[in-house]
């Protein structure tokens, strides 16, 4: 894989002080999982990456025919295209021991990389924020079709299987050094909503390419993932903002409004504020996304590092208006995983950083992580 820019590290001056300072927040934080809230050392840069057809011969719109969803249903990847990946690579702060863990962040369908660095009450809601104070360092990626990154054909290429290739092609290139110019000793990919779909579609393919896999709002029911994903009533992306989005295709798409992004991702106990600054940051999902990814919900029996669910109990895109057995559906999916851990919040939806439980989900993520990671 060629990087345009490899991220470089930063030297930041020391002033004794906050080292001083920096190693007081981190003997406190070893207690209760209170971490500090120094700004992280992040750098953007851009991802190249080729996705290459799995199929023979070609397909389009003009020729359009069935076996372009039969296609689509044995996972392969429809159309070739060389895409860029906005990425973020954070560390922890100035002072802050780094673990050699990176965690990979995906984002979930109307979401971009933004999600994991919410700017709602950061303190409270950015999963990079404490877990760069906690050590680690985070890579978040916009998937292609989302956030900063290419914006190809909405259909026939922003598809599950292109995202499963691309971020197969990003975690080799981890391993590799190519992306970060470093190597770490363990790489945990967290996913939310249909970047946990990914991750288990990476586990099922490529088993060997991460240690550890934290799952956020995702379940293993296929009867209800799709109608909930309509239920957010997906309107094209081009009517709703012509200003912001109208450059792309109808098949680009995502909520219209606060109440319809409301029954999407949020119940019970959360702020208005939350849902508010969610709606105006959400990104657009695509019909290839949306039409594809329950396709790649599958068993990882090869799969053998530990894994973490965690999940709103109204969980209404993963789960039947409450989740009840869903989550632990994990133990069938993954059964040579060294461990299983499984945490259902109350009173939340599938949203479940920008629910009240943001903070507790972020630290049970954190001590999972700290008793399987480098
Ligand atoms: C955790 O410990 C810190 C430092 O001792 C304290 O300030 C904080 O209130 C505690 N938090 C919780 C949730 O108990
Ligand atoms: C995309 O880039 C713009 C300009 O640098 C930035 O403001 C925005 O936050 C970026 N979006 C994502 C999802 O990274």
Redesign the pocket.
């Known amino acids: 894989m060629k990087v345009r820019s490899v991220p470089r590290f930063l030297v930041i001056p020391l002033l004794v002080s906050a080292v001083a300072d920096a190693r007081a927040i981190e003997q406190?934080s070893s207690?209760?999982?209170?971490v500090g809230n120094r700004p992280p050392v992040c750098q953007d840069f851009i991802i190249p990456v080729h996705a290459q057809k799995t199929i023979e011969g070609t397909v389009s719109l003009e020729d359009y025919d069935i076996d372009v969803l039969f296609s689509v249903s044995d996972g392969e990847v429809l159309v070739d295209g060389d895409y860029e990946l906005s990425a973020r690579f954070c560390e922890p702060p100035a002072g802050i021991a780094s673990k050699d863990t990176l965690q990979v962040l995906l984002h979930g369908a109307t979401f971009n990389k933004v999600m994991w660095d919410f700017p709602y009450k950061p303190e409270e809601y950015s999963w990079v924020l404490y877990m760069t104070n906690a050590g680690y360092s985070t890579l978040a990626i916009d998937f292609v079709g989302a956030g900063n990154s290419t914006k190809p054909n909405g259909y026939l290429e922003v598809q599950t299987a292109t995202l499963v290739q691309n971020t197969h092609e990003v975690l080799q290139g981890i391993r590799s050094e190519g992306v970060l110019g470093r190597t770490f000793d363990q790489v945990a990919l967290v996913g939310f909503s249909i970047g946990g779909v990914v991750a288990n579609a990476i586990a099922a393919t490529y088993p060997t390419d991460v240690d550890n896999i934290l799952f956020l709002g995702t379940s293993w029911d296929k009867d209800w993932v799709y109608p909930a994903f309509i239920a957010g009533l997906q309107t094209a992306g081009n009517i709703l903002n012509p200003d912001k989005w109208g450059n792309l295709d109808n098949f680009y798409q995502t909520q219209p409004t606060v109440a319809a992004r409301e029954v999407a991702c949020f119940f019970g106990n959360y702020d208005a504020e939350a849902l508010q600054t969610d709606f105006e940051t959400r990104d657009l999902d695509t019909l290839g996304a949306a039409l594809s990814f329950a396709f790649h919900l599958s068993e990882a029996p090869e799969f053998r590092g530990p894994v973490f669910l965690g999940i709103g109990r109204q969980d209404s895109s993963f789960c039947p208006k409450v989740c009840g057995s869903q989550p632990y559906a994990i133990y069938d999916s993954f059964p040579a995983a060294s461990n299983h851990v499984v945490r259902v919040y109350d009173n939340t939806g599938h949203a479940l950083l920008y629910h009240h439980v943001a903070p507790q989900v972020i630290r049970d993520a954190r001590l999972y992580l700290d008793q399987h990671s480098a």
Do not use: I, L
């Open positions: 406190r207690s209760n999982g209170t």
